[in-house]
C-alpha cells in the first residue's frame, strides 16, 4: 500500500491550493478515505472524509465552506481543493486510508496506511 500527496506550498491568505494523494497497492475504490493535518506542534487533525463511491462527504466544522474533497476511482487519487486559506490552516497534510467495517472519520485510530505528507504554508 503507497499513499503519495503532493499539491502543497506557500500561499497568501485567501488563496486556494489543491492537494492530491495517488494510491496504489490496494483496491482504492473499496476503501473510504480522509485528509488528515498536524500543524507544528499539534496533534493530527482530522479533516475530511470521503466515502468509496464519492458521493458523501463529511468535514470538520473549521474548513466546512472553504474545502472539497473529491476522490477519482479511475484514477486512484484523492483530492482536496482548498480555498479562502487562513494562516491557521498551515499544517503537513495527509491522506490516509480508513479501515474497512468501521463508521465515522474523525479518530485517528480509524486509519491503517497513511501518506508522508505534503506542507501547506499560509502566510503573507
Known amino acids: 500500500v503507497q499513499l503519495v500527496e503532493s499539491g502543497g506550498g506557500m500561499v497568501q491568505p485567501g488563496g486556494s491550493l489543491r492537494l492530491s494523494c495517488v494510491a496504489s497497492g490496494f483496491i482504492f475504490s473499496s476503501y473510504d478515505m480522509s485528509w488528515v493535518r498536524q500543524a507544528p506542534g499539534k496533534g493530527a487533525e482530522w479533516v475530511s472524509g470521503i466515502n468509496t463511491e464519492g458521493v458523501s462527504f463529511y468535514y470538520r466544522d473549521s474548513v466546512k465552506g472553504r474545502f472539497t474533497i473529491s476522490r477519482d476511482n479511475a484514477k486512484n487519487t484523492l483530492y482536496l481543493q482548498m480555498n479562502s486559506l487562513k494562516p491557521e490552516d498551515t499544517a503537513l497534510y495527509y491522506c490516509?486510508?480508513?479501515?474497512?467495517?468501521?463508521?465515522?472519520?474523525?479518530?485517528?485510530?480509524?486509519?491503517?496506511?497513511w501518506g508522508q505528507g505534503t506542507q501547506v504554508t499560509v502566510s503573507s
Open positions: 490516509a486510508r480508513r479501515m474497512r467495517g468501521y463508521s465515522g472519520y474523525e479518530s485517528e485510530s480509524l486509519y491503517d496506511y
